[in-house]
């Protein structure tokens, strides 16, 4: 079973989702529009180790945009804060060995 | 609706799910967490297919190019229809599972062949915790599957042309 627009909306209303910030316009018939955090993280390494902690760095998008290029690898985030409730404790119980 | 965790323990114990070999550890709030088997498939610079055996000290993938490995696991169900994906784990080092095809049908019981492509060089290691599984209650009435890949318990490539 999915949520429609207007029960996900009736959710953050009630309080059992949490969406932050929640602006209606983003509402879509079955989903809610996410939008690009400011942050891109890269991988420095050239092999990646699932055994081991890989090198990082930051990237921070400037107003004007960045430029993506073929081939590139990068972890983003949405800018918005997500919880469901019931579920926050399932994903705080939820391993992420190779994170 | 999808199984919870202690709801996929309670179907291997009864055997409406086969996990073989079965590890609690293993089990997830929706999904079952498998392991990599130790074959892996690639078509090689010739074109030609290669298999190799992953080695303890693990294999390192090459990003444009996929290989086909298994589970290492017997995983299935006559009840329920199942989807195979990757790990967040796993996906935040661009090591993608089954990106297109990640529906198991309901019937289909083997060691599944896993599509596997890298974004970046990725060392990877046999038995590794590389993807889950869940499980779905069908709506309807079931026609069990016994076709296609679901006779195959290694890594097997496509036989797109039987279907032409």
């Known amino acids: ?25 983003h509402l879509t018939t079955n989903s809610y529009d996410l939008t690009l955090g400011d942050n891109l993280v890269a991988y420095d390494d050239d ?42 404790k399932n994903i705080l119980a939820v391993n992420s060995t190779y994170q | 609706v999808i199984l919870t965790g202690s709801e996929i323990k309670k179907s291997v114990e009864c055997g409406d799910i086969v996990i073989v070999p079965f590890h609690p550890a293993q089990v997830n709030p929706n999904s079952y967490n498998y392991r990599l088997g130790d074959l892996l498939i690639f ?7 290669e298999t190799i055996m992953v080695p303890e000290e ?25 989807s195979l994906i990757g790990r967040s784990s796993t996906g935040r080092l661009g090591l993608f599972l089954q990106v297109s095809a990640d529906l ?8 599944w062949t ?23 209650e ?3 009435h079931v026609c069990p599957y016994h076709n296609g890949y679901s006779n195959y318990s290694k890594p097997t490539i496509s036989r797109y042309e039987e279907l032409i």
């Open chain 1, 47 to 88: 092999i990646l180790d699932p055994q081991k902690k890989p090198k990082t760095h930051t990237i921070v998008i400037p107003d004007e945009g960045y430029v993506l290029q073929r081939g590139d690898f990068l972890l983003g985030s949405s800018k918005e804060g997500i919880f469901y409730w019931v579920a926050v």
């Open chain 2, 104 to 111: 198991g049908h309901t019937g289909s019981v083997h060691s």
């Open chain 2, 114 to 136: 896993l599509e596997i492509v890298a974004a970046k060089k990725i060392r990877i290691y046999p038995k590794m915790i590389i993807g889950q599984i869940s499980f779905w």
């Open chain 2, 138 to 140: 069908n709506s309807g």
């Open chain 2, 58 to 82: 693990g294999y390192v993938l090459e990003p444009h190019r996929t290989y086909l490995g298994s589970t290492d696991e017997v995983l299935g169900s006559k009840q329920y229809a199942m």
């Open chain 1, 1 to 25: 079973m999915i949520l429609t627009g207007n029960k996900i909306k009736q959710e953050v209303l009630s309080g059992k989702i949490i969406i932050d910030t929640f602006l209606e316009s």
């Open chain 2, 43 to 49: 078509k090689n610079d010739l074109g030609i297919y």
